[in-house]
């Protein structure tokens, strides 16, 4: 799903978090959105139905920020913890 389409669900309140996990330890992070009805939608590439990879943490949690989550849960592994976005 694009950032836009999910920026509008945001604001509906349709999720309930935004985690990031990595893909690999040398290719990056996702976004994965977690719903009420605990479906999990991933942010898109632009031009492509690719998922989007982040190349650092920050970038992935500046684009929650933009799309307007507060708190960032990241899974690491087996360890998982919450940042403020």
């Known amino acids: 799903m694009q950032e836009k389409e999910i920026k509008l669900?945001?604001?509906?309140g349709v999720f309930r978090s935004c985690k990031a996990s990595?893909?690999?330890m040398s290719r990056g992070w996702t976004?994965?959105?977690?719903t009420h009805n605990d479906e999990i939608?991933?942010?898109d590439l632009q031009r492509s139905r690719e998922e989007r990879?982040?190349?650092?943490l920050d970038g992935a949690a500046a684009v929650a920020r933009r799309?307007?989550?507060e708190w960032l849960?990241?899974?690491?592994g087996d360890m998982?913890?919450?940042e403020k976005a």
């Open 67 to 69: 799309i307007g989550f």
């Open 31 to 34: 976004l994965k959105f977690h």
């Open 80 to 82: 998982e913890w919450r």
């Open 22 to 24: 990595p893909v690999s």
């Open 41 to 43: 939608i991933t942010l």
């Open 73 to 76: 849960h990241v899974q690491l």
């Open 9 to 12: 669900l945001f604001r509906a």
């Open 53 to 56: 990879e982040f190349k650092s």
